[in-house]
């Protein structure tokens, strides 16, 4: 089960669930295929809700990457996603928002 607390968010592909994670290198690996210069501007773009589907289906590329998954985008095209294309967006945009978060109070900074 995915940890909320470290970045983690859990989506389920094809009956399985998976754990996703935006690494460093997940993160640049994303800002590589987007084309961007940072990561900032695809975080206000869900911000605003003018994201595409390609920014979703990039993040959770990035994400499965950064939880340890070998596959490719192209796996994903005929994948059957648990909640559906709205649920897709929701994880997609959970993982920018956890990895991003601030620390709360009490948690360790480490």
């Known amino acids: 089960m995915a940890n909320p607390w470290t970045g983690e968010v859990t989506l389920e592909i094809d009956g399985t ?12 690996e994303l800002e590589t295929q ?3 210069d940072t990561i900032i501007g695809l975080v206000e773009r869900f911000e ?11 993040l959770i590329v990035a994400g499965l990457r950064g939880g340890g998954w070998q596959g490719r985008a192209q796996d994903l095209l ?15 945009g959970q993982l920018l928002s956890r990895a991003f978060a601030t620390p ?7």
């Open 34 to 36: 987007l084309g961007e």
């Open 17 to 28: 669930p998976h754990v996703m994670k935006l690494t460093l290198g997940a993160l640049a």
């Open 78 to 92: 005929a994948a059957e996603i648990a909640g559906g294309p709205v649920r897709a967006a929701q994880a997609a």
């Open 104 to 110: 709360t109070a009490g948690e360790s900074h480490s």
């Open 48 to 58: 605003r809700g003018a994201f595409s589907s390609r920014d979703v289906l990039s």
